[in-house]
Nanobody, 116 residues
Framework: QVQLVESGGGLVQAGGSLRLSCAAS????????MRWFRQAPGKEREFVAA????????NYADSVKGRFTISRDNARNTGYLQMNSLKPEDTAVYYC?????????WGQGTQVTVSS
């Protein structure tokens, strides 16, 4: 069974940092694009960041550029999202996604709450 499991969410004050992890099991995702999305209450799920299978290419939403860093460790089958200078508007459930050959795999999400 293929699973993506996020961890590392929590409550943090504005200006703080968190590091999210996305551990994959059931198969390897070394050839997949890995992405992070988030969904705030009452809002649609939105793209946050993406990283190519090699890690050589990354892409970020304008709202997180310069503050968030996406990375991956294919040997560990794990992706990461380092979030710095967090703002209250970053509060959301964060989802890990792996996309390969037309198929999306999703994690269950991890809550990030940033207090002002």
């Amino acid at each position: 069974q293929v699973q993506l499991v996020e961890s590392g969410g929590g409550l943090v004050q504005a200006g703080g940092s968190l590091r999210l992890s996305c551990a994959a099991s059931g198969r390897t995702f070394s050839n997949a694009v890995m992405r992070w999305f988030r969904q705030a209450p009452g809002k649609e799920r939105e793209f946050v960041a993406a990283i190519s299978w090699s890690g050589g290419n990354t892409n970020y939403a304008d709202s997180v550029k310069g503050r968030f860093t996406i990375s991956r460790d294919n040997a560990r089958n794990t992706g990461y999202l380092q979030m710095n200078s967090l703002k209250p508007e970053d509060t959301a459930v964060y989802y890990c996604n792996a996309y390969e050959a037309g198929t999306d795999y999703w994690g269950q999400g991890t809550q990030v709450t940033v207090s002002s």
